[in-house]
């Protein structure tokens, strides 16, 4: 597009409302070739398997191209500045053939000079194949984000639209070669960090910041720890990240995946419309417990027993439990092909074993070695007697053999991970032998069961086992791995827990999101070094985020009187919203005072979240629903009721226009991190807070009423 004169304020609007409504229009065509092509791939394909994989790729572009007509294809643009030798191309009439996708150049100013982009969710074109949106994620995009007045990258004009129910409504310009720079003052910008949450969680691709689009903006290489306080948008960070390194690098990511890991499965629920909105359908997402679900959890350890399951010294621990099956040859083999009888040594016996144990390869790779090189020797034999190579067919028999096959149960006796996590757990001896100089007698008494199931299948697992049989799948097997992970919530990871991620990370890089001060677990992180050199990242760059965006600067600053009770390192966050409300009030009656506080809060657009103590949950969800207020499923993030009550150890990463935390000294007292568990809930409110209570708030807390 080339820039033309100015035009009056609402013939400018409807132009920018004619070019949104062209671009839909264009979506709309590029999504019926693609759903054409999908229809008749099988017909065009040379085979089956090319019909296989084209039937996959057309329908993944398929799913890509969907619109969202509540939300505008573009909420930017930019207007870049007109160098002299183009402006005198324009007016002699010569065609403009400039770089339309906004592919890298070396200098923004000279590539794109004269021309004007709109930004948005992804790449638009026309029927010609120019573009009328741009991706985001494209390198001229950048500026969107980056450009300054006090280094402008070319731009002359950066536009921000506002927009309702996917129609235009305004626009606000920034003449950054004037020197004019809105920031957070933009009236839009600040319209849509505040606009109210209902539903899934949304994505902020209209409001990154320039500290967060250089976290985005990673290589691909780079593992990157994000210390983030509340509301800083490290979660929105994370998953942009991926968004932005499956545009770059598409194929290789495709192919080796990307990986989302949360909390919980309600978290995962709240996140998981945003990489669809932005055009990325085919992101695995889990929890730690979907990762190390190898076994059905039916039972529950003790707490001081989970802890010592999750210690990292388990995993030496297990590393030996599996050596301890490897044995040294006993005897010399002999084995019989029906016409000769070939013999191995003791000797070359022992080389083998020797050989592949130093190796350090998986344990059943180990053993395939084993019988590879076995029948290695045997081959040698073979040809030196016959002067030739025996066949395929031979060479499998002869690994099939009872003599070769009885060496190997003997030397190398074949694992399962669970077989081997049951073993352990049954067999004192085994657990002595293997925890030998690791864990004292006391601690190796609370791992031994009491009563062991007799196989693995009967036994009744804890989730604590699911991370030991875990270990030991990943020092038995190879783990499939991924080309970049996401973690969110990453304080909460036990040093086990973190090598399980480890193990599906080991050749991709990953992006660590988290915030020392809610962390809740009993092996919760103080210092992210510990949980990097955990995950085998221990050179990842620590980034802090500490200006919020979303939680208001009154309810911070409430917030952060914990911090100096939470032992932890980490700078208070600051906010720049000043448009919140803080109200902390002791009650006689809590159910009452919650009802009515709730009906308050409903007079207001936006959500609101009623946070508790676990056992208080149901009795408010009862007075509230005597009350006839609905209230929603948690986990059911598309529920239409705007009322949801959460238990507090539910509810991080979670974000609710209007929070009501009922008698915090409950929270604080139902667990050991209690007060880590309330900074967390304090800080889940993006408009209002109201904190209700009949006994005495915690004493940081007490002066607040």
């Known amino acids: 597009m080339i820039l033309h004169a100015p035009v009056p304020l609402e013939d400018e609007l409807a132009a920018e409302q004619a070019h949104l409504d062209a671009s839909r229009q264009a979506l709309r065509r590029m999504r019926e070739r693609a759903e054409a092509l999908f229809a008749t791939g099988d017909k065009v394909a040379g085979d089956a398997y090319t019909a296989e994989q084209l039937g996959r790729h057309m329908a993944r ?325 016959r002067a030739e190579s025996p066949g395929d067919a031979w060479l499998r028999r002869m690994g099939r053999s009872r003599p070769v096959t009885d060496f190997l149960d003997a030397v190398w006796p074949a694992l399962t991970p669970e077989g081997l996590v049951h073993r352990l757990l049954a067999d004192p001896e085994l657990l002595a032998t293997a925890a030998d100089g690791l864990l004292t007698p006391a601690e190796q008494a609370a791992l031994t069961w009491a009563k062991p199931a007799r196989t693995p299948k009967a036994t009744r697992w804890t989730a604590a086992d699911a991370v030991l049989v875990d270990e030991a799948a990943g020092l038995i097997e190879r783990p499939t791995g991924f080309g970049h992970v996401v973690v969110d919530e990453a304080q909460d990871l036990s040093p086990m827990q973190c090598r399980a991620i480890a193990r599906r990370s080991e050749h991709g890089s990953l992006t660590l999101l988290g915030d020392l001060a809610q962390g809740t677990a009993p092996w919760a992180a103080t210092d992210w070094r510990e949980t990097l050199a955990h995950l085998g990242k221990p050179d990842a760059v620590v980034v802090p985020l500490t200006v919020g965006f979303r939680v208001p600067a009154a309810v911070v600053a409430f917030a952060n009187r914990l911090l100096p009770l939470l032992a932890v390192d980490v700078p208070p966050a600051v906010s720049l919203r000043h448009d919140g409300t803080l109200d902390v009030r002791a009650v006689t009656d809590l159910a009452a005072a919650t009802v009515a506080e709730v009906r308050a809060a409903l007079g207001h657009a936006g959500s609101v979240g009623v946070i508790a103590a676990d056992d208080a949950v149901d009795e408010l969800r009862a007075a509230l629903a005597t009350a006839g207020v609905p209230t929603g499923d948690p986990e059911d993030v598309e529920a239409a009721a705007r009322v949801t009550v959460v238990p507090a150890t539910g509810v991080k990463g979670l974000e609710y226009d209007h929070v009501v935390v009922v008698e915090p000294s409950a929270i604080v007292a139902a667990e050991p991190r209690g007060l880590h568990r309330l900074y967390v809930v304090l800080t889940r409110a993006v408009s209002r807070l109201t904190v209700l209570h009949t006994v005495p708030l915690p004493a940081p807390l007490a002066d607040a009423g």
């Not at 945003?274 to 059905?296: H, K, Y």
């Not at 070359?348 to 390869?361: A, D, F, G, M, Q």
Request: charged share 30%; proline share 7%.
């Open 61 to 385: 572009r398929v799913a890509e191209l969907a619109d969202d007509p509540s939300t505008p294809l573009f909420f930017g643009r930019l207007d870049f500045g007109a160098s002299a030798p183009e402006a005198a191309a324009d007016a002699a009439g010569r065609p403009d053939h400039g770089d339309p996708a906004g592919l890298p150049g070396t200098d923004p100013a000279a590539d794109h000079a004269g021309r004007a982009y709109h930004v948005g969710r992804r790449h638009v074109t026309d029927s010609a194949g120019e573009p009328l949106v741009l991706d985001w994620r494209a390198p001229v995009s950048r500026s969107f984000y980056r450009a300054s007045a006090r280094d402008p990258q070319g731009v002359a004009v950066r536009r921000r639209f506002g927009f309702s129910s996917g129609t235009l409504t305004s626009f606000e310009d920034e003449h950054l070669d004037r020197g004019e720079e809105l920031g957070t003052a933009s009236r839009i910008l600040t319209a849509e960090i505040e606009r109210p949450r209902v539903g899934p969680m949304r994505d902020i691709v209209a409001t990154i910041q320039p500290e967060q689009d250089e976290l985005v903006r990673a290589d691909l290489a780079d593992s990157i720890c994000v210390q983030g306080a509340p509301g800083t948008g490290k979660t929105a960070v994370g998953l942009h990240r991926a968004a932005y390194l499956l545009y770059l690098h598409r194929e290789r990511l495709r192919r080796s995946g990307v990986l989302i890991v949360g909390p919980n499965r309600v978290f995962l629920s709240y996140i998981a419309a945003v990489l669809p909105a932005l055009g990325e359908v085919e992101v695995a997402q889990a929890t730690v417990a979907d990762l190390v679900g190898r076994v059905e959890v039916r039972a529950v350890d003790e707490p001081a027993v989970t802890a010592l399951k999750h210690d990292p010294r388990m995993a030496e621990v297990l590393r030996r439990a599996v050596d301890w099956h490897v044995t040294e040859p006993t005897e010399p083999i002999t084995v019989s092909d029906g016409s000769f009888r070939w013999r191995i040594g003791l000797d070359p016996l022992h080389r083998l074993v020797t050989e592949t144990r130093r190796e350090r390869l998986p344990y059943a790779t180990g053993r395939d070695r084993v019988r590879a090189r076995v029948v290695g020797l045997l081959q040698r034999q073979a040809e030196a007697r």
